[in-house]
């Protein structure tokens, strides 16, 4: 290993956020096992938050795909690998508001780009654009907020629930058909992909299909008897 990795190593055992990442693993019962440069991977993550399909905290990597799946992914293992390194730099936890609650972002050579109250005086900053004031008309779908401006041929209609049926399962819902009785649909996220069927208002479904790990489903498409 590197003595780049070790100092990572170490930085991120003594600030504590190695030890939050392997209480993280466990919370969401993934699976620990090696992965390179010093890290480890904890695969099949099984929380529902963060809906990434990988993060880091330290030097621990969850993933919600098999460890293989991953280490097949050489831009996302790496992108994950900078965070680590990150951590290492930023005291630890420390890391968590400028990526979430600060809203930074990691951009493709690596760097943090930070916010822009963090950014320091005399950056060029985004110029307000002041837009018309929309023209009066038949407000939003479903909602009460600020009217849109009429357009020739579109005609606005509010929608009332009449039922609540219950969903089976969990699942990240990319399609959803109705037809016949029967639902399909089509669920998203790296490792949890699935085409699933079941009864309208059904607590079970009748049959899953998972995808491939590598696969992140997205909508569906019934033309006559053939279902794309």
């Avoid at 930074?104 to 005086?121: E, F, I, M, Y």
């Avoid at 004031?133 to 907020?145: C, D, E, I, L, S």
Wanted: net charge positive.
């Amino acid at each position: 290993m590197r003595a780049a990795y070790r100092v990572r190593l170490v930085a991120n055992l003594v600030n504590g956020s190695t030890l939050a990442g392997l209480v993280v693993a466990a919370a969401g019962r993934a699976r620990l096992g090696p992965g390179r440069d010093g890290l480890l991977i904890g695969e099949r993550y099984r929380l529902p938050v963060p809906p990434a399909p990988a993060f880091t905290l330290g030097n621990v990597i969850m993933t919600r795909i098999e460890r293989d799946a991953l280490l097949g992914q050489e831009a996302l293992l790496a992108h994950e690998a900078r965070h680590a390194t990150q951590f290492a730099w930023c005291a630890g936890l420390v890391m968590l508001p400028l990526l979430h609650g600060g809203r930074g972002v990691l951009g493709a050579d690596g760097r943090l780009r930070l916010p822009q109250r963090l950014r320091a005086p005399g950056r060029a900053r985004r110029r307000r654009v002041h837009r018309p004031a929309a023209a009066t008309g038949p407000g939003p779908v479903g909602g009460h907020g600020p009217a849109r401006p009429a357009q020739p041929g579109m005609r606005f209609h509010r929608l009332q629930v009449l039922r609540r049926l219950p969903h089976p399962g969990r699942g990240f819902t990319q399609g959803l058909i109705l037809a016949g009785g029967a639902v399909w649909e089509s669920t998203g996220l790296y490792g949890e992909s699935s085409l699933r069927r079941y009864r309208l208002g059904a607590g079970e479904w009748e049959s899953c299909a998972p995808l491939a790990p590598e696969l992140f489903a997205e909508g569906i498409c019934l033309a006559g008897e053939t279902l794309w």
